[in-house]
């Protein structure tokens, strides 16, 4: 557990010591389609995607703007529709892809949501808790502690962020 913080690059491809899997593209790929697309109705583009055996199961992007909603961020929209699609409120035999390091309500959505294993793309120095500010996703008090892979394509998913601050400032 804990967080790998250097980025891959094309040169070095994953984070050392980095659990990085063959299908974890797949995932990625949805979430940073799912970060685009949020951008495209004026919210933070930041996406989320849950997979299992393989297949995306469900996604989101964030919709804080959208839906005037503070709790609208890419990773509960993204679980709210696995439960659903799983058919109840644990997760099990999945991983949660986000381009953003989990912030502490999505890291509580994910220990309660029981999701067994997590891969962010940037990491998030203001709001962090998946290892940058805090990290309760590796906290011993918690009752379920996901593996956390940090770091994958961080390049690619901080571009989408400051590409997107650089408009509004």
Known sequence: MGVESEPDTPETGPPAGSS??????????????????????GDVPIGA????RGE???????????DRDPTAHAEVIAIR????ALGGWRLPATTLYVT????????GAIVLARIPRVV?????????A?????????????????????GFRAGEC??????FFATRR
Do not use: W, Y
């Open 20 to 41: 990085i899997e063959p299908a974890d593209a797949i995932g990625m790929d949805r979430a940073i389609q799912e970060a685009r697309a949020a951008e495209q109705h």
């Open 49 to 52: 995607a849950i997979v299992r």
């Open 56 to 66: 995306v199961i469900a996604a989101g992007g964030n919709r804080r703007e959208l």
């Open 81 to 84: 529709a696995a439960a659903e």
């Open 100 to 107: 953003l390091e989990p912030c502490a309500m999505c890291a």
């Open 120 to 128: 962010f793309g940037a990491p998030d120095p203001k709001a962090g």
């Open 130 to 150: 998946a290892g940058s500010v805090m990290d309760l996703l590796d906290e011993p008090a918690m009752n379920h502690r996901p593996e956390v892979v940090g």
């Open 158 to 163: 901080s571009a989408l962020l400051t590409a």
